[in-house]
């Protein structure tokens, strides 16, 4: 039995916190967050590096600028031939979708699956690491790789800025809103794309479901409003809430300065929810591997 | 109870009654050994015995069904987060980052098992030293070959000097001279910390632990320092005889050395009539003089060789896992 005699009123657990102090308490709260955080860091520093040196984020990178280069020559284009009723901005993060598609499915595929199958997941989870801090440092290192990929596309309108003769094109409104509607919705995307990974042992699946849930969520959601059945009167509320989740409507709300607060706790409750289940995958795969 | 910290230091790895099922398989089937500190235990068995998964239900990775584990009295299923600190763990195969340096590599976990920053880089600089890798500490851990991979690996699992060591399969896929210098790092733990090591390579088992535990079809089978496990599985002694001559007569001239002495098996005879006679006897002392001089003093017999043997940890690992077989396959025995 334990050692020290514990006194009657003492619970279970008492014999290992052997004091009631709550000052010692709330020191040993805050020693343990502490600890969790600088693993949360080591691991998050880790990621970026491994992110940084790898080829396949160059490509991705590439891929994301050439697409949204391409997509910007055209929009200018377009803006020199006729006048458009709307500025630039809102226009180019319309298709904010198309490098959502390529690109989160390539810096999120690696994360877990590839660590799984490689069979370092084992090694790093018998570190005093918990699953937690390995989801989130690998989830908000894709994160802070997606924000810098975007950021990137600010080039773009510098160099609209710089040489157009046209004052009114930049419309610094609608640009800050669309930056802050791919700041917003990619907390979501990226941790759909964790949480693809968190349930694959392959690389390819991975992108793969991730893919897969992003376009039904950008793009499917456009559809579902439209469907004969949730016209029925009993299903309003459904119908409600499928007419909250319009990834389009958020992005026009956002250019439009619009910032619902519905829709932030959209994003944020769903990456939260998402993160979850990345970390409970990961741990329920461990039991059943 | 677990927790008595101050009369004798509880034991580095206590493990009782031990089960583990997946799916309907029992992995693991009620499982029970210690291991002191210091010591280096080799945990033998054939693929798929159950070696790996009781592994990992000591490093807290896999939940156990039943049982009680406790690595140096702390209970792995209630406090998985202090287990972390007490383990150094190199899996099966051997996992690393293929795109990392070695030194970084090794910072990386230094970091996360809490090494204290300030002494992080002169503990890598002693393992390096340890593990002979000061050579390659900069290079890029996917270009190294498959020995200074494994070394590595064993730098990561002593890196934090926990008092337990656990290492599945640390010479798989080497070559003998690699074989050796892994051996003699594991070797050179002795007495600091406590390592337990799997593997089927029996020769390797046999020349760096302390202790043997053997393990079969989820079971442990027997357990013990080598020696002791000759003595217990294969009998006393065996002797090798090359003869030729009347066999009919060459058991009750057996009989008159040393009553126990019996042929446990003979081959064909070769060209000129020798046959190969393999003798056990349940007696320890050497009975070589006396058969010696029983057989050459008789006429019947012709003698060309005569040899106590000296039976590998093989012989008996195969003795042993047979007998699980016939456990198995009858179970009315058990």
Not at chain 1, 268 to 281: K, N
Not at chain 2, 127 to 142: M, Q, Y
Request: one cysteine or more; glycine letters at 6%; a neutral charge.
């Amino acid at each position: 039995m334990s050692s020290s005699p514990p006194p009657a009123a003492r619970g279970k657990w008492s014999t290992r916190r052997n004091t009631n102090d709550p000052h010692r308490a709330v020191a040993a709260t805050r020693t343990f967050f502490l600890l969790q955080v600088k693993h949360f860091f080591t691991i998050l520093s880790h990621e970026l590096r491994v992110l940084l040196v790898s080829p396949s984020t160059y490509l991705a990178a590439v891929a994301f600028l050439s697409v949204m280069g391409f997509f910007f020559t055209m929009m200018v284009d377009s803006y020199s031939v006729a006048a458009q009723e709307v500025t630039p901005a809102v226009t180019f993060f319309q298709y904010f979708w198309v490098p959502v598609l390529l690109v989160v499915p390539l810096l999120t595929m690696k994360s877990i699956a590839e660590e799984r199958r490689q069979g370092t997941l084992e090694t790093l989870l018998t570190t005093p690491v918990s699953t937690a801090e390995v989801v989130l440092g690998k989830y908000f290192s894709a994160y802070f790789l997606y924000i810098s990929l975007w950021a990137c596309t600010g080039g773009f309108f510098y160099i609209l800025h710089r040489f157009d003769r046209n004052e009114h094109f930049i419309d610094f409104g609608p640009l800050a809103g669309g930056y802050a509607f791919v700041a917003v919705s990619g907390l979501l995307f990226v941790a759909i794309g964790i949480a693809a990974s968190a349930v694959s042992r392959n690389q390819a699946m991975a992108a793969l479901f991730s893919g897969t849930a992003l376009l039904g969520l950008i793009v499917g959601s456009n559809f579902l409003p439209n469907i004969e059945l949730l016209k029925n009167e009993a299903l309003r509320p459904l119908k409600t809430a499928v007419d909250y989740a319009q990834v389009f409507q958020h992005l026009a709300d956002f250019s439009h300065g619009v910032v619902d607060t519905r829709q932030v706790l959209f994003y944020v409750s769903g990456t939260v929810l998402a993160l979850i289940f990345s970390i409970f995958s990961v741990e329920v795969k461990l039991l059943h591997s | 109870m677990p927790d008595d910290p101050t009369p004798p230091p509880p034991p580095a790895i206590e493990v009782k009654n031990l089960v583990k099922s997946y799916a309907g398989v029992t992995a693991v089937s009620d499982v029970s050994f210690t291991v002191q500190r210091g010591e280096i235990i080799g945990f033998l068995g054939p693929n798929g015995a159950g070696k790996s998964t009781t592994m990992r239900i000591l490093t807290g990775f896999l939940p156990a069904t039943s049982g009680i584990v406790n690595l140096c009295g702390v209970p792995v299923a209630s406090d998985p987060d202090a287990i972390k600190h007490l383990i150094g763990y190199m899996p099966e195969n051997n996992p690393l980052p293929e795109d990392m340096r070695v030194s970084e590599y090794l910072f990386y976990r230094g970091r996360l098992k809490e090494v204290p920053r300030r002494k992080l880089s002169a503990r890598i600089d002693e393992v390096l030293e340890l593990c002979d890798l000061k050579r390659v500490r900069h290079r890029i851990i996917g270009k190294l070959s498959k020995g200074f991979r494994q070394r590595v690996g064993i730098a990561e699992a002593v890196l934090a000097e926990p008092p337990v060591i656990i290492m599945d399969e640390p010479t798989i896929g080497l070559d003998p001279h690699q074989i050796l210098i892994v051996r003699d790092l594991i070797a050179s733990l002795r007495g600091r910390m406590t390592v337990l090591i799997s593997s089927h390579i029996l020769p390797e088992i046999e020349v760096t632990c302390d202790r043997v535990v053997i393990i079969n079809q989820g079971r442990i089978v027997a357990s013990g320092t080598p020696n002791d496990l000759r003595r217990e599985i294969l009998g006393h002694s065996a002797y090798k005889l090359e003869l030729a001559g009347e066999i009919a007569a060459l058991t009750a001239v057996l009989a008159q050395v040393e009553p126990t002495l019996v042929i446990a098996s003979h081959g064909e005879p070769d060209a000129t009539g020798f046959r190969i006679f393999h003798l056990t006897t349940a007696r320890d002392e050497p009975l070589g003089e006396e058969l010696l001089r029983a057989l050459t003093n008789d006429t019947r017999f012709r003698l060309r060789g005569l040899a106590r043997e000296h039976p590998s940890l093989e012989d008996v690992f195969l003795a042993a896992t047979r007998r699980t077989w016939e456990m198995v396959d009858a179970p009315q025995h058990k």
